[in-house]
């Protein structure tokens, strides 16, 4: 069965430095999203992406955050400058269409702040 | 704002026994809700999805509920097994967007 893959599964990096997460959704979904989830607390949702641009975003997805479609098949979450709070599990997300429908989740990577 | 409420404290079964699990919400008008499954590690994976014209779904050992009246939505598995045990999710939505707002989710631990 098709599924999102996301590298790395475990990303630690500096306060400050810029990271980048990948992510390829599955071949033929049209929609993707990316979600975070900070250690025991709830899968929180970050941006939705569709027809390379922004759909809808989070208050949590802010300036430091940004989202691209580099090709046809990879999809990235960048962080600017990256904070101590930013520390979470990023989970990307893929439906084949939109509003409503059921999306599948990559395993995540485990992003740590030091 | 917008709440989603589900058991805030784990919810521990013997197996073969039904597990009921509830998602609570305020301050929405969902068009449909959806339940996912998530193990310690792993991404979410969907289960089921229930419209509002829907009082009933159901997928193998899965049966979900969804009252628009009471603001809520039940879901069981049947015939538990230890396989089952794991945190679930649910998702109410309206027909607009493409967030997924979930609640914390409930953890169910199935014992032999």
């Known amino acids: 069965e098709p599924e999102v893959t996301q590298t790395p599964s475990h990303q630690v990096t500096q306060m400050g430095q810029e990271v980048i997460l990948r992510c390829v959704p599955i071949s033929n979904h049209l929609y993707f999203y990316w979600y975070r989830q900070i250690l025991g607390q709830k899968v929180e949702f970050l941006v939705s992406?569709?027809?390379?641009?922004?759909?809808?975003k989070s208050e949590i997805f802010d300036d430091q955050f940004s989202v691209e479609r580099p090709d046809g098949s990879n999809f990235t979450l960048k962080i600017r400058s990256t904070k101590l709070e930013d520390s979470a599990m990023y989970f990307c997300?893929?439906?084949?269409?939109?509003?409503?429908?059921?999306?599948?989740f990559g395993d995540g990577t485990r992003l740590s702040i030091l | 704002s917008q709440k989603i409420e589900q058991n805030s404290e784990a919810l521990n079964i013997q197996e073969g026994k039904t597990a009921t699990l509830t998602c609570n919400y305020t301050?929405?008008?969902?068009?449909?809700l959806q339940w996912y499954r998530q193990d310690p590690g792993r991404g979410p994976v969907f289960l089921l999805l229930i419209r509002e014209n829907e009082k009933e779904k159901r997928k193998e050992r899965l049966k979900v509920t969804f009252d628009t009246t009471l603001k809520q939505s039940l879901f069981h598995i049947t015939a538990s097994q230890p396989a089952d045990s794991a945190t679930y999710l649910c998702a109410p939505r309206a027909n607009s967007g493409y967030a997924l707002n979930f609640g914390k989710g409930t953890s169910l631990l199935v014992t032999p």
């Open positions: 301050n929405y008008s969902p068009a449909y």
């Open positions: 992406f569709y027809n390379n641009e922004i759909s809808e």
């Open positions: 997300a893929s439906s084949s269409r939109g509003p409503g429908q059921p999306q599948h």
